[in-house]
């Protein structure tokens, strides 16, 4: 589970991609299959798998990730209609990509939050 993923390649730009932020701790690009008109991704630097994996070492990280959303949610213009963040978490999750990532999701009335 600590195998780096593409979202790895992505923060070192070596798989070029707009980056919309990036600082020491974060990064943040636009999904590359959105389910919305805003949906951007929040990702710590460091590889870290899953929710799961999470340590109080990373508290700052977690903390600027929803610095960060709130940040580009206003970019985009979303900030006061409304927006949902979300982190999945391994298989019933739903998490495809296993390297955290909070989805930023906006630009529409979002629909029910659960689909089951
Ligand atoms: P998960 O289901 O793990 O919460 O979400 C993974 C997300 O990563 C999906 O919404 C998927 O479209 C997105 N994604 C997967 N591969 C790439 C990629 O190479 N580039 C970008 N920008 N997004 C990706």
Known sequence: MSEETI?????????????????ELVSAFRDIAPQVSSHILIVPNKHI?????VTEADEL???RMI???????KEEGI?????RLIIN???DGGQ???H????LLGGQRLGAMLSV
Do not use: W
């Open 79 to 83: 900030d006061e209609s409304g927006y």
């Open 100 to 103: 955290i990532h909070m989805h």
């Open 61 to 63: 990280t977690m903390g």
């Open 49 to 53: 798998s899953t929710i799961n994996d």
């Open 96 to 98: 495809e990509v296993f």
């Open 89 to 91: 978490c391994n298989e």
């Open 67 to 73: 610095i960060v959303a709130k940040k580009l949610a």
């Open 7 to 23: 979202f790895s390649k992505i923060i070192r730009q070596e798989i070029p991609t707009q980056l919309l932020y990036q600082d």
